[in-house]
C-alpha cells in the first residue's frame, strides 16, 4: 500500500466488555494477513492491550494519553510511530466516558474517524435506539462505522443491521459471530498479559478468518480516515560525551512499561540495558542506575525470591547509592518482602522495611499530579503525571523513610532511600518536558559516583 493510502481509525465501544480488545485484535490479524502493516495505539494508561497488539503486529503499540501528555505530545507520538498501512487506536471504557480524557477527545485530537464495536447478543431492533444516540450525541466526534460483536446468526445480523441502517446516518461493516476464540478470561488488571500466551498463532489466525469473512474491508477502508505523513527529522538527541547505561528489568514480572518513556530516555542519554530479574543472577556491568517497572511480582514472587543473588546485588547497590527508580510492581520488590494474596510471604530486595501484601479488591486507581518534595531523581517542585492500578498495600512505611511525592489529592506517595527512589505511581515523562533530560543527569552523577565508591 502506499504512503498516499495509509488510512486509521479509532476503535471504540459503548462500554466495557463490549469486546472491542477482541474486534481490534482480530481486525489487525486479518488486516496482517492480507499484508497490510498494522500499527496500533491504545487510549488512556492501559498496558494489557498493548502488550497483546505487539502480539499481533509485531510493531510496538503506543499509549496516547491526554491527561497524562497533552494534546502536543500525543499528536506526536501519534504522527511519529504512525507510520503503517492501517492504524488502529483502540479506545477505553465507553467511548464518552472520561469527558476531556475520553475516546471521543483523543478521535478529535487526532481528526480520525470512529467505528462503534456493539455488543449485539442481547439486543433486537433496540440496537437502532443506542446507535443513534451514540451518533447524535456529540456531532463534533464522526462515526463513521458499526461492528455488531456476538451476533447470534445471520437472521439475527439481518435484524440488527437493517434496524440501524433504517434509523441511523451510520454504516454497518459487519457482523462478528459467537465464537469460543472470541472469548479470553479476565485478570484483575483487566486481560492477560502477552506473556500468559492467551492467543497463539494459530487462535490469532482463526479470528484473523473470522473477521475477514464477517467484515467489509473494502468500506472499512473508504470509511478509514487519512493519516499525517511521519516527520522527517527523528527525535532530536542530546549530545553526550557518554551515555549513561540504565539497567530496566524486563520479564513477565516486570512488563508495565511505557514506550514513549524509553523514547525519551535514550533521547535524553540513556543507553537502555536489559535484563531479568526471574533469570539473571547478577546486574549487568557497568549500570549507572536501576529501573525496575511494574507488572506481576505476585504472580512470580517465588522465582524472585529464589534468586537470591540478584536481589542481594541490587541491595548492596542500592547502599552504596546507585540510582534506582522503582514503580507499582518494581516498588514491592524493593521492599522487604512480599505476600501473596493468598498469604504466602516471599523475601524481595529489603530496601524498604516493609512488606508489600496483596489483597482481594482493588486499592488504587486513577490519575494524578505528584509534586516532587526533595531533589532526587527530579529537582523539588517538579510536577509529574501519572496513573495509579493495584491491589497491593504496605505496611506503614518507618517516618525516618521520606517521601518522594505530594499528590493532588493530598495524600504523600513514593519513597526515597538514600539514591533509591520508588512508589506505586506508574509516570509518564511525556507530561513533563525536561523530566526525562533530569531523570539521565541525576544517574549520571549519582550513578557513576557510586561506581567511583566501589572503585
Not at 498516499?4 to 477482541?22: I, M
Not at 474517524?113 to 440496537?127: F, N, T
Not at 542500592?318 to 522503582?326: D, N, R, T
Request: net charge negative.
Amino acid at each position: 500500500m502506499s504512503k498516499k493510502s495509509r488510512r486509521g481509525l479509532v476503535l471504540a465501544a459503548p462500554a466495557s466488555d463490549s469486546g472491542k480488545t477482541l474486534v481490534s485484535l482480530g481486525l489487525g490479524a486479518a488486516l496482517v494477513s492480507r499484508g497490510q502493516s498494522v500499527q496500533y495505539f491504545k487510549c488512556g494508561p492501559d498496558f494489557i492491550d498493548p502488550s497483546l497488539h505487539r502480539q499481533v503486529s509485531g510493531r510496538v503499540s503506543r499509549n496516547l494519553d491526554l491527561r497524562m501528555c497533552g494534546a502536543s505530545f500525543v499528536r506526536d507520538s501519534f504522527a511519529r510511530h504512525g507510520d503503517a498501512d492501517f492504524v488502529i487506536v483502540e479506545g477505553v471504557m465507553g467511548l464518552f466516558d472520561g469527558g476531556e480524557t475520553s475516546t471521543a477527545a483523543l478521535a478529535r485530537a487526532l481528526n480520525l474517524p470512529v467505528v462503534l464495536v456493539v455488543d449485539g447478543a442481547a439486543c433486537g431492533e433496540s440496537i437502532a435506539a443506542l446507535v443513534y444516540g451514540f451518533t447524535t450525541f456529540d456531532p463534533s466526534v464522526n462515526i463513521s462505522g458499526v461492528i455488531f460483536n456476538r451476533v447470534g446468526s445471520e437472521g439475527h445480523y439481518r435484524l440488527l443491521r437493517e434496524s440501524v441502517e433504517s434509523h441511523c446516518r451510520v454504516e454497518v461493516l459487519g457482523g462478528i459471530p459467537r465464537h469460543d476464540d472470541f472469548v479470553v478470561p479476565g485478570r484483575h488488571l483487566g486481560l492477560h498479559m502477552e506473556h500468559d500466551g492467551p492467543f497463539s498463532p494459530e487462535r490469532l489466525g482463526v479470528m484473523a478468518d473470522i473477521v475477514d469473512s464477517h467484515i467489509d474491508f473494502d468500506r472499512l477502508h473508504v470509511l478509514a480516515g487519512p493519516l499525517p505523513q511521519p516527520p522527517e527529522q527523528p527525535t532530536a538527541i542530546r549530545t553526550v560525551q557518554q551515555p549513561v547505561r540504565l539497567g530496566v528489568a524486563r520479564d513477565a514480572a516486570f512488563c508495565f512499561y511505557y514506550e514513549d518513556n524509553f523514547d525519551l530516555l535514550r533521547a535524553a542519554g540513556a543507553e537502555l540495558v536489559f535484563f531479568s530479574p526471574l533469570v539473571d543472577t547478577e546486574l549487568p556491568p557497568d549500570l549507572d542506575a536501576l529501573y525496575l517497572g511494574g507488572g506481576y511480582p505476585e504472580l512470580y514472587a517465588a522465582a524472585l525470591a529464589a534468586n537470591r543473588s540478584l536481589r542481594e546485588m541490587i541491595r548492596i547497590r542500592a547502599a552504596e547509592g546507585l540510582p534506582i527508580y522503582g514503580e507499582c510492581g518494581g516498588f514491592m520488590y524493593l521492599c522487604d518482602s512480599l505476600v501473596t494474596a493468598e498469604g504466602e510471604e516471599y523475601p524481595m530486595a529489603g530496601i524498604f522495611p516493609v512488606r508489600a501484601q496483596m489483597k482481594k479488591s482493588l486499592a488504587r486507581l486513577g490519575y494524578r499530579k505528584a509534586r516532587v518534595m526533595k531533589k532526587t531523581l527530579w529537582p523539588a517542585g517538579t510536577i509529574l503525571a501519572g496513573h495509579e492500578f493495584h491491589y497491593s498495600e504496605i505496611d506503614a512505611m518507618p517516618d525516618r523513610v521520606e517521601r518522594a511525592y505530594q499528590l493532588d489529592d493530598g495524600r504523600m506517595e513514593g519513597y526515597c532511600c538514600n539514591n533509591t527512589l520508588a512508589g506505586y505511581l506508574h509516570l509518564h515523562l511525556g507530561g513533563n518536558f525536561g523530566a526525562a533530560a533530569h531523570f539521565v543527569d541525576f544517574c549520571r552523577t549519582g550513578g557513576r559516583a557510586a561506581t567511583e565508591r566501589l572503585s
